[in-house]
């Protein structure tokens, strides 16, 4: 199984970037995608995921700004971030979550500064 994120980073406030996660070894379409950030000296934490069916949730912080999208042909989940923010710093990393297994990418560094 490999998960392995690109696309990140230094970036502009109000900037844009877009993440990509390639995956192999595992049905990507069953999964629900998931991408997680961990900021310089914060928790790992989950701020978009997009289900098997297609539902999405954003959190807070990000909602409006980053959209998430997922090509089941490709076995690829994107991340298109817009209006970057100093506080979306961190690192990124993809997340697959099964019934009964979950897998992670090594994660992409994102920098928001000017």
């Known amino acids: 199984v490999q998960l392995v994120e690109s696309g990140g980073g230094l970036v502009q406030p109000g900037g844009s970037l877009r993440l990509s996660c390639v995956t192999s070894?595992?049905?990507?379409?069953?999964?629900?995608m998931i991408w997680f950030r961990q900021a310089p000296g914060k928790e790992r934490e989950l701020i978009a995921s997009?289900?098997?069916?297609?539902?999405?949730f954003y959190a807070n912080s990000v909602k409006g700004r980053f959209t998430l999208s997922r090509d089941n042909a490709k076995s690829t989940l994107f991340l298109q971030m817009t209006g970057l923010k100093p506080e979306d710093t961190g690192v990124y990393y993809c997340?697959?979550?099964?019934?009964?297994?979950?897998?992670w990418g090594q994660g992409t560094q994102v920098t928001v500064s000017s």
């Open positions: 997340n697959a979550r099964g019934t009964i297994s979950e897998y």
């Open positions: 070894g595992f049905t990507f379409s069953s999964y629900t």
């Open positions: 997009v289900s098997n069916d297609d539902y999405a």
